[in-house]
């Protein structure tokens, strides 16, 4: 008898996805920017399985946003696009 239950849908019961997003806006430190995004990463890197988690990088239009170090970072989506459920909005302050 084969088993209905896909590794895909198996992993997914026990690792629920968890959205993450980091808001972007002008002259953010670029630190809390990468931040979030490299612990996340690196959570999954050192389970060396899926963790669960998804990061996020969404502003207000898609264009790039300018760091106070003078980086450009890439939304992943417009605001507009968040999805409606997510686990956590990360937001700084500028300085």
Excluded: K
């Excluded at 008898?1 to 980091?22: K, Q, W």
């Excluded at 002008?26 to 995004?37: C, N, W």
């Excluded at 890197?45 to 898609?62: N, W």
């Amino acid at each position: 008898m084969l088993d209905a239950e896909t590794d895909t849908e198996r992993n997914a019961m026990e690792h629920p996805e968890r959205l993450v997003v980091v808001v972007l806006f002008d002259r953010i430190d670029l630190l809390d920017v990468t931040g979030p995004a490299e612990v996340f990463s690196l959570l999954q890197r050192e389970l060396d399985s899926p963790a669960g988690y998804r990061v996020l990088l969404a502003a207000e239009t898609p264009d790039p946003v300018t760091t106070s170090a003078g980086c450009a970072c890439c939304p992943t989506s417009p605001s507009r696009n968040w999805p409606a459920r997510r686990s956590t909005a990360w937001s700084c302050r500028a300085r």
